[in-house]
C-alpha cells in the first residue's frame, strides 16, 4: 500500500529518535482501525508521496524549528514548484503556520525560535547571514490569518510596500501601482471612489482584499497565506478563493488552511502535517480521493483533527 | 463612655449578630432538609444581621457626635447670668476655651470668676450625662437592629437581595466621598479666591507682569502696596515645564521604543523597574541634586563659554524636573506602543520594512494618540512640581525667556506664600489661593485634553 508502514509505540520518544520498534502482525491491523489514529507514529524525516518537484521555486531539506525545547518542525523536506498553489493542511499544532513562517523569516523576530535545515530559492539560501530579509520579504510576501490594515487610508496601506522599497518615482507611477493592484486583488471598484477613506472601515472581507494587494503591490514573486479565509464569511471567503485562482497564473502561492474543501478547491498540491512530520504530499485529487497515509485518510475522512 | 469605646463595641455587636444570624439560618434550614430550601445562603442572612446590628448604631453615633459639642456649648452659655453673655463671636469662643480649660482641670477654678466655674461643673456633668446617653442610646440601638434582622432569618425572605442592595449603596457612599472631598476643596479655595478678588481686581491679577507680594503691615510702611500680576509667574512655570519636557519627551519616548520593539525580554525586565523607580525617587532628593550639582555645574559651564548664569536658574530646575519625569512619558508610551497589536507589525515586516520603518510609519502614528496623552499627564505633573524650583530656580519672580536667569513658578509662590506666621485675610496670603485656583484650572484642562485623547484612542482597536 505504501512505503512506510506505521508502526504503533506506547513511547513516544523512543520513536521520535527514529527507533522502529516492531509491532505483532495481529495486533497491527487492529491498532490501525480501533486505536485513536493520532497514536500511530510516523517515522521522522519519511514522506509519503512526491515532496520534491524538478526545478522548485522553494527547495526545503531537513528543515528542523524549536521554540526553547519544544520541536515544532521535524526534519521536513519539501520542494514547492513555481506558479504552483500548494495547501499546507493539518490538525492545529501540527506545525504548518510555523513552516510557512519560516519561508519568509518571520519567525526571526521571535527570540526563542531555532530554524535549522537548508532553505532555498531559486538556489539561493535565504537564511545565509549576509543574506537582506528586506529583499527576501519584498520577494515572498505575506497574508495573514487576520486581516491586518494598516489604520491608515486604502490608498497609503497599498503604497505602503512600493514607498519603503522605491518602487515608484512619480506619484503617477505609484497612483498606477495602487490602481493595478487594487484590480488585480478584485478590490478596485469597490475601493476606488473612497481611496482616502480608512480602512479599518472597510469590512473584513474587503480588509483581506486589501491585504492581497499591499502583498501584491511590491510584486513579489511567492505570496504566503496564513489561514487567509479563517475570518470571513462564506460570500467573501468564495471571493478570496477566485482571486488565488487567478493569482495562480502569475505568483506561486502557499496556503495554510483548516478548510480541507479550501485546499481542495485552490490548490495544486497538497501536504500534510502531522505533529510537527510532513506525512505526505501529492497532487491534491490524489490526497482527497486515495490518500496513501493512515494518517492522512483519517483527518481527511474526519476522524480527528 | 468615649466614642472611641463604642466603635470596637459596635463591631463586636456586629459580628455577635453575624454569628448568631447564621446558626439560626443553619437551625431553620435543618428541619426543612439542608440550606438548600433557604431562599439565601445563610452568609446572607448572618451578614444582614450585622449590617442591621451596626449601621444604624454608626449613622447614630456620628449624628450625636456631630451636634453633641454644640448643643452642650448652646445650653453651657445660656445657663451663664444675662450680664455676662458674650456680644460677639470671638468673646463666646474665648469664655468657651476658658470654661473648657476650667473643667478640663488645667485651669484652676479659683482664679476664674464665679460664673465661669459654675459654667464649668454644668459643662463637666453635661458632658458625662450626654456621653451616658450616648453609649446607652447606641448598644440599644445596635442590639434592636440585631434582633429585627434575627427574627426575619426565614426561609421565604431573601436576604441576599438585601445584602447586596447595601453594599452597592456603601459603595457608592465611598466613591461619593473622594468627589465630595475634590468638590469641598476646589469649593473653598473658590471662595477664598473671589476674597481675594475683592482686594485686588481680577484683571490686575491675570495680566499684571510684576508679582510682588509683601504688603505692608502698617500703613506708614514703605512699599506697602504689594504688585500681584500672575504672568511672571507663569512664564516662569512655562519656561521650565518646557525645559522638562524638552528633556523628557525624546529620551522618555526614545527608551520606550527601545523597550517596546528593540530591548530583548531579559533586558526590558530589568530596565523597565530601573526607569521607573526614577519616579519613586522623593522630589526634595532630586531638588538638592538640582540645587547642588546640576546648578552650579550650569553656571560654571556658562561662565566658560562666556554666558552670563544666576547660580539658581531655571535650566538647571528644568534639567533635573525632566529627569525625574521621563518615567511618567516613557511608561505610558511603552505601554501603549504595547497595546498596537503584534498583526501591524507583522504585516509591516511581511512587505519588507525594517524595524524603525515599521516603527516610524506603523507603530507610532497608530499609537500617536496615546502617548500624547501620556506627555500631557507629565506636563501637569510638571506644572505642579515645587520643591525642585523652590531649591534650585529660586524665588525671584523675574519675567524672562532667559533659561539661565533665576525664575519661579506658581506652586513655589504658594507655598513660601503660606509658610510662616501669616494673618490669615490679607492679600498676600489670600492670593496664594488665587494662584492655586488658576493652578487647577490649567492642570485640570490638560488632564481633560488627555483624557479625551487617550479615549480616543482606545475607539480606535476596540
Not at chain 1, 474543501?261 to 486515495?290: I, P
Not at chain 2, 429585627?148 to 437581595?161: D, G
Not at chain 2, 496664594?432 to 475607539?459: P, S
Amino acid at each position: 500500500m505504501n512505503t512506510m508502514s506505521p508502526s504503533i509505540s506506547a513511547e513516544a520518544d523512543m520513536q521520535s529518535k527514529g527507533a522502529a520498534v516492531p509491532v505483532p502482525e495481529h495486533k497491527r491491523k487492529d491498532t490501525l482501525m480501533e486505536d485513536k489514529p493520532e497514536d500511530t507514529v510516523i517515522e521522522e524525516g519519511k514522506t509519503v508521496g512526491k515532496p520534491f518537484t524538478d526545478n522548485p521555486k522553494f527547495k526545503l531539506r531537513n528543515v528542523d524549528v524549536s521554540y526553547g525545547a519544544d520541536r515544532a518542525i521535524k526534519n521536513i523536506s519539501l520542494d514547492i514548484g513555481r506558479n504552483e498553489v500548494i495547501a499546507f493542511i493539518g490538525p492545529s499544532g501540527c506545525g504548518k503556520s510555523t513552516f510557512l513562517r519560516c519561508l519568509n523569516r518571520m519567525n526571526d523576530s521571535i527570540e526563542i525560535c531555532r530554524v535549522k535545515g537548508s532553505f532555498e530559492l531559486d538556489g539561493q539560501n535565504i537564511y545565509e547571514s549576509k543574506r537582506d530579509v528586506v529583499e527576501l520579504r519584498a520577494r515572498v510576501g505575506m497574508v495573514f490569518q487576520k486581516p491586518n490594515p494598516f489604520p491608515k487610508s486604502i490608498y497609503d496601506n497599498v503604497a505602503y510596500g512600493p514607498r519603503i522599497h522605491g518602487l515608484a518615482n512619480r506619484k503617477s507611477e505609484l497612483d498606477d501601482i495602487v490602481e493595478n493592484s487594487l484590480r488585480k486583488a478584485g478590490l478596485w471598484n469597490e475601493a476606488k471612489d473612497r481611496l482616502d477613506a480608512m480602512a479599518t472601515g472597510m469590512s473584513g472581507g474587503q480588509q483581506q482584499r486589501l491585504c492581497i494587494a499591499r502583498a501584491i503591490a511590491v510584486s513579489p514573486e511567492v505570496i504566503l497565506m496564513d489561514e487567509p479565509c479563517s475570518a470571513l464569511d462564506p460570500i467573501a471567503t468564495a471571493r478570496v478563493e477566485e482571486l488565488i485562482a487567478e493569482m495562480s497564473e502569475s505568483y506561486t502561492i502557499v496556503i495554510v488552511t483548516h478548510s480541507m474543501q479550501q485546499a481542495a478547491r485552490v490548490s495544486n498540491r497538497t501536504a500534510y502535517f502531522h505533529m510537527g512530520h510532513l506525512v505526505e504530499v501529492n497532487k491534491t485529487d490524489t490526497v482527497f480521493t486515495s490518500p496513501q497515509h493512515p494518517l492522512t485518510e483519517s483527518y481527511i475522512t474526519g476522524r480527528f483533527g | 463612655m468615649q466614642t472611641s469605646n463604642l466603635l470596637p463595641l459596635i463591631l463586636v455587636l456586629a459580628v455577635v449578630a453575624y454569628g448568631l444570624a447564621y446558626m439560626r439560618s443553619r437551625a431553620v434550614a435543618a428541619p426543612l432538609g439542608g440550606i438548600r430550601n433557604l431562599k439565601a445562603l445563610p452568609f446572607y442572612y448572618a451578614a444582614r444581621a450585622a449590617l442591621w446590628c451596626a449601621i444604624p448604631a454608626l449613622i447614630v453615633l456620628a449624628v450625636w457626635a456631630g451636634f453633641e459639642g454644640k448643643v452642650i456649648q448652646g445650653i453651657v452659655i445660656a445657663s451663664l447670668p444675662q450680664d455676662t453673655w458674650p456680644e460677639s463671636a470671638g468673646q463666646a469662643s474665648l469664655i468657651l476655651s476658658q470654661i473648657s480649660n476650667v473643667a478640663a482641670g488645667s485651669l484652676d477654678p479659683e482664679f476664674v470668676p464665679e460664673h465661669i466655674a459654675g459654667a464649668a461643673s454644668l459643662l463637666e456633668a453635661m458632658q458625662d450625662k450626654s456621653g451616658n446617653f450616648k453609649a446607652i442610646l447606641v448598644v440599644l440601638i445596635a442590639v434592636l437592629g440585631a434582633t429585627f434582622a434575627w427574627t426575619r432569618v426565614a426561609p421565604h425572605i431573601n436576604a441576599r437581595k438585601n445584602v447586596e442592595t447595601t453594599l452597592r449603596r456603601i459603595f457608592f457612599v465611598c466613591a461619593a466621598l473622594a468627589v465630595l472631598t475634590t468638590a469641598g476643596i476646589v469649593f473653598s479655595v473658590f471662595l477664598e479666591t473671589l476674597r481675594f478678588f475683592d482686594r485686588v481686581p481680577i484683571t490686575e491679577f491675570l495680566f499684571g507682569t510684576s508679582w510682588s507680594p509683601q504688603t505692608a503691615l502698617r500703613i506708614d510702611q514703605i512699599g506697602s502696596e504689594g504688585a500681584f500680576g500672575v504672568i511672571p509667574l507663569f512664564t516662569g512655570t512655562l519656561l521650565i515645564s518646557a525645559i522638562a519636557l524638552l528633556v523628557a519627551v525624546p529620551v522618555g519616548l526614545l527608551s520606550a521604543i527601545y523597550l517596546s520593539e528593540y530591548a530583548s525580554k531579559r533586558m526590558r525586565s530589568t530596565i523597565k523597574p530601573v526607569l521607573e523607580m526614577l519616579a519613586g525617587i522623593p522630589t526634595v532628593v532630586y531638588g538638592f541634586f538640582a540645587a547642588l550639582t546640576v546648578a552650579p555645574f550650569i553656571r560654571d559651564l556658562a561662565e566658560i563659554v562666556g554666558l552670563e548664569a544666576s547660580s539658581q536658574s531655571a535650566l538647571a530646575a528644568g534639567l533635573v524636573m525632566g529627569i525625574m519625569i521621563v518615567p511618567f512619558v516613557s511608561s505610558l508610551s511603552d505601554d501603549v506602543i504595547n497595546a498596537v497589536p503584534q498583526t501591524m507589525r507583522d504585516g509591516s515586516l511581511a512587505l519588507g520594512a525594517t524595524q524603525s520603518e515599521t516603527m516610524k510609519k506603523v507603530i507610532f502614528p497608530a499609537a500617536l494618540p496615546g502617548i500624547i496623552g501620556g506627555i500631557l499627564l507629565a506636563a501637569s505633573r510638571a506644572i505642579g512640581e515645587t520643591m525642585i524650583v523652590v531649591m534650585a530656580a529660586g524665588l525671584a519672580a523675574n519675567l524672562t525667556a532667559n533659561p539661565l536667569d533665576s525664575v519661579t513658578t506658581v506652586t513655589v509662590q504658594i507655598a513660601t506664600l503660606l509658610v510662616g506666621d501669616q494673618e490669615f485675610d490679607s492679600a498676600k496670603t489670600l492670593s496664594a489661593f488665587a494662584l492655586g485656583m488658576l493652578l487647577f484650572i490649567v492642570t485640570l484642562l490638560l488632564n481633560v485634553i488627555a483624557l479625551k485623547i487617550v479615549r480616543k484612542y482606545r475607539e480606535q482597536y476596540d
